[in-house]
C-alpha cells in the first residue's frame, strides 16, 4: 500500500453503483470541496463519512477523480452528517422525516442512543414501540452485515453475494466461510462455484484439496441441471470438471468414484454408457417411472353403460359437435389410469376438459385442476369455471423459517382426496414437480395430463412430458386438427404452420398476425417501443401494460429484455416528481412499472384488494405479473399488485426477486397468455432463434401477434428445428419399470 494517500470526507451523493461488482462512484465532501471517488466497495450511502486509501487520477473524459483502493467507514459525527446517514434509507423504518426528528431530539447523540439506549426512541414523535423495535432490529443486522461485507471484500465478493450469505448464515457468516468457502456454493443460490473458488484461493487453499474437488465437480454437475439435464455422460463431465478446476482428468475420475461411493453422486449404465446423475434426480426419476407406471396399470372397473349417451348428452348441452379425438379422449379419460391429452392451439383441449368435467360431474366425482404457474391456472379457471389452482398450491406447499425446511403437505401419508385430477400445460412441469406431484396421487385416482408437446420445455430439468409420451406406456390422444372456429384466427393456423416448418401467412388483411419489415436493430428498438406506447392502443385501445407483452429470446443487446425494459419504462413510465423510485444496481423500479416475480416465494404474504374481499394468502411465484402500486422510501417498502387483486409487500432487499416485464424472454413467458404478443426479429445466437422458440412465442398471443424486424430472421427460426438435447432416462426408465411388474406377476 505505499505511495497511497489517504482523504477523508462524507459521502454527498452516489452517482453510479453496480450491484454485481460493486464499482461505485460517489461524490465526497472533502475538506470542503466536492472531489468525485471511485473504486468497488460494499453498499455506501449518502451521509456516511469515509476514510479512502488510493491515488489521484485523471479520466479523460470526467477529469481529475480519487481512485480507492481499500476504505474504512467512519461513525457520522455532526448533525448534519447523521441526518444525511439516516435519511439514506440505511436502516429500515428511517426515512427522512423520521430522521430529521430524531436528530432534532436527539442531536450528536443520535447514533448513540441507537446502539446503546434503543429504549428513549419512542422520544421521538411518529415513533412507536413497534416501529422502534424494527428500527433496532434493522441497525444491528445493518452492523453486523457491514462487517460481512468488509472480510468478504478482502476476497473479491461482491456486496450483492455478501448480502446472500449474511441472510444465510447470519452473525456466523464469517466463521463458516473460514471453515470452508466452498460451502457457499452450495447453501446459497447465485453463488457458484466460481466465486467461492475464488474466496478459497485468496484464503490460500490447497487447488486440490477435497473440499474443492468435491465441490468443483458437484458444480459440473448443477451446471448440468441448469442446462436442462438429468443426467450426464461420464467423458463429458470429466471433461468438464477437469476444465473447470484446472487438474488432471484423471484426479476427476478417483474423486467421483469415491463420491459415488460415499453416496455423494449416482452412476449409472445407460446405452451401455456410463452417466452421472445428482442424488435428488435420481431419485425423482425412479419415483416418477414407479408411479407413472402404477397408476396406468389401476385402471377404473366402473363399467359406463351409457357414457355414449352422456358424451352427447354433453354436446346439446353445449351446443357443439366433438371430433372422433375428442370424442376418444372423453372415452379415454373414464377408465384409464393416466391419460394425455396433447395438441397445439385450436384443437380443442379446453373443449374436452369442459366436457369431461361435465360428465364426472354428473357421476358425483371428485375433481382438482392444477397448472404450474398462477398465470397458467387462472386461465384454466376463466376456461372451465371451475376452481383451478398451482401444482404448488394444490399440494399445499408450507414452509419452516429456514427454507430448506419448506415441504409440500400433501404426499404419500397425506394424499391428495379426488377421483380425478387434471393437470394443464404439462410441458412445463419438471422432474423435481412431477414428483411431488405424483407423490401426492394414490391408487385409484386418475390422472389426465394436458399440454402441448411442441413448445419449449420445462425451464427446470427434465422433459416429462415428452418423455412419458415416448415411453409408449400411458395412453396418449394426439389431437391434430383444427376447428372451424380457429381457423379464423391467423395465429393459430400460423403456429401450426410454423411447427410444420412452413412460412406463416404474413398481414393478411383484417386479420391478427402482422409482420412490419424493419432493416436496422435501432429501427426495431424504436418501432417496438412506437407500437406498444401509441400505435397499438389507439389501433384497438389496447392498454400498453395490461394487453401488450413485448417477448424477445434474448437477455442481451439492444434487442434483449435488457434495453428494451429501459427503453419501455422511458417511454410508458417515465419519471415524474410525483412518482417515487428506487434504483436497486442498473435497475430503476418506479411507482407505475409493470413487473415480474422471477423466483418462487412460497411464504410472501398478500391480500386480496378486489371485489371488497378479505382474503389473505402466501406465495408469488415465478411468472407472475404486477403493477408496483407504491414505494415508501421511509420504511424502505415496495408494494407490487398482481393480477389486478393481490397486493404484496417487499422489503427492499427483496428487490431480486422482482423484474422490469414491460419485455420477458420467451422461455420466462411459458404459461402465460397475451393479447397482444410483440417480438423482435433479429439476429441472434442460433441456439436461441430456433422454431419451437418462435411457436411458443406466437401461441402466447391471444387478439394480436405483430413481428418486427426481417423476413430472413423469421425463416431462419422456422427452418431451425434443433432443439437441444436434453440427457433424462425417464422414457427408458418407465419401460423398464413396466416389463420388471409384468415379469413379476408372470411368475
Known sequence: MSGLERITGQIVSIIYYNEHNGYTVADMDWEEQLVTVVGFFPELQEGEQVSLSGKWVTHPEYGMQFKAESFHVEIPSSEESIEKYLASGVIKGIGPVTAKRMVRHFGKDTLDIIQFHPYRLTEVEGIGEKKAEQIILSYEEQQGLREVMLFLQNYGVTPRYAVKLYKKYGEKTIA?????????????IGIGFKIADQV????????????RITAGVKYALYQVHNNGHIYYPEEQLIANAAKLLEVPREEVQNYLVDMVMKGHIKLEMIDEERVYYSIAFYRAEEEVAWRIVALSMTESEENIIDLQDKINGVEKKNNI??????????????????LVITGGPGTGKTTIINSILDILEEMDEEVLLAAPTGRAAKRMAEA?????????????????????????????????????VI?????MVDILLMNHLLKAIQPGTRLILVGDVDQLPSVGPGNVLKDIIESGVVKVVQLNEIFRQAQESMIVVNAHHINKGELPLLNVKNKDFFFHRIHTKEEVLSTLVDLCSTRLPKYKGFDPLQDIQVLSPMKKGILGVHQLNQSLQEKLNSPHKNKKQKQMGEVIFREGDKVMQIKNNYNIRWENIADGEELKGEGVFNGDF?????????????????DEEKL???????????????????????????????????????????????????????SLVVLVGLEKYLLDMIKNNHINKRYTGLSQRIRDKLNFLLNEQEL
Do not use: C
Open 176 to 188: 463458516t466461510l473460514k471453515e470452508n468457502p466452498y460451502k457457499m456454493a452450495e447453501d446459497v
Open 200 to 211: 478459497a484461493m485468496n484464503m490460500g487453499i490447497d487447488p486440490r484439496s477435497n473440499y
Open 321 to 338: 359437435l366433438l371430433a372422433a379425438r375428442q370424442r376418444q379422449a372423453i372415452e379415454e379419460s373414464m377408465d384409464k389410469g393416466v
Open 384 to 420: 372451465t369455471g371451475r376452481e383451478a389452482k398451482t401444482i404448488h398450491r394444490l399440494l399445499e406447499y408450507g414452509f419452516a423459517k429456514e427454507e430448506e425446511n419448506q415441504y409440500f403437505q400433501k404426499n404419500e401419508e397425506a394424499p391428495l382426496e379426488a377421483d380425478v
Open 423 to 427: 393437470i394443464d400445460e404439462v410441458s
Open 626 to 642: 404486477g403493477i408496483i402500486e407504491s414505494i415508501d422510501l421511509e420504511e424502505g417498502k415496495l408494494r407490487v399488485i398482481f
Open 648 to 702: 404484496v409487500e417487499y422489503e427492499f432487499n427483496q428487490l431480486d426477486e422482482l423484474e422490469l416485464a414491460y419485455a420477458v424472454t420467451v422461455h420466462k413467458s411459458q404459461g402465460s397468455e397475451f393479447s397482444v404478443v410483440v417480438m423482435p426479429m433479429s439476429w441472434g445466437p442460433p441456439m436461441l432463434l430456433t422454431r419451437n422458440l418462435l411457436y411458443t412465442a406466437v401461441t402466447r398471443a391471444k
